[in-house]
Each structure stands twice: as C-alpha cells, then as structure tokens.
C-alpha cells in the first residue's frame, strides 16, 4: 500500500504557472503515475501520466503546458502546470497503480491522494 499526499495547489491568474507535488510513501520506480483533476460537475479527467519505464503521455487540453517528472530520490512524482487557463480549475489528484500501465484511464488506479485545489482567475 502505497500513501500519496499532494501540495502546492493554489489560485493564480491566467497565463501563470504553479507546481503541484505527490509525496509517496513507497518506492515510485515500482507505480505507474498519474495526475487526473475534476472540475465542478465534470467528470475525472485523467491529465498526464509517467510510467514506470519513464514514458509520459498527456491529455491533449495540457500537452506543451503540463509537464510530469518524478524525483525518485524523494519519492515524489511532481506536476508543472504553465500557461494556465481558467478551464484548467479543479481538484488535482495524484494516482499510483503498481507496474506498467499506459494508461489516463482513472479505474485503472488503485492508490490516490487526498486531493489539492487549483484555481485559475481571467
């Protein structure tokens, strides 16, 4: 069982830039990692993912403004949100699933963090 807790949500305005982090209580080299956010009344949308052999995909709204990277000396997976747009508020979520997925899918992970808030002001 992996614990992952997330920080480094907040408000800013558009066109800024934050970095969310995902602290892992396990060895992230062994979990697939991803970062999924739900705006208000939408659905769980899977934003971008860093696999287990270092292969990252994204959501194609974030592509060229998010980026994923994980430090595994700290056991933390972090997500660099730029160029941000008011679409992009939500809650983050950072989700581990043990091994290899390539997938964006949310039921394909078993491990979730508690939840952080970004908000983005026109």
């Known amino acids: 069982q992996v614990q992952l807790v997330e920080s480094g949500g907040g408000s800013v305005q558009a066109g800024g830039g934050l970095r969310l982090s995902c602290s892992a209580s396990?060895?992230?080299?062994?979990?697939?990692m991803a970062w999924f956010r739900e705006a208000l009344g939408k659905e769980r949308e899977g934003v971008a993912l860093?696999?287990?052999?270092?292969?990252?995909k994204y959501t194609d709204s974030v592509d060229g403004r998010f980026t994923i990277s994980k430090d595994y000396a700290k056991n933390t997976l972090y997500l660099q949100l730029n160029s941000l747009k008011p679409e992009d508020t939500g809650m983050y979520y950072c989700a581990a699933v043990r091994g290899y997925r390539y997938t964006l899918e949310w039921k394909q992970f078993d491990h979730w963090g508690q939840g952080i808030m970004v908000t983005v002001s026109s």
């Open positions: 860093d696999t287990t052999r270092g292969i990252t």
């Open positions: 396990a060895d992230i080299s062994l979990y697939s």
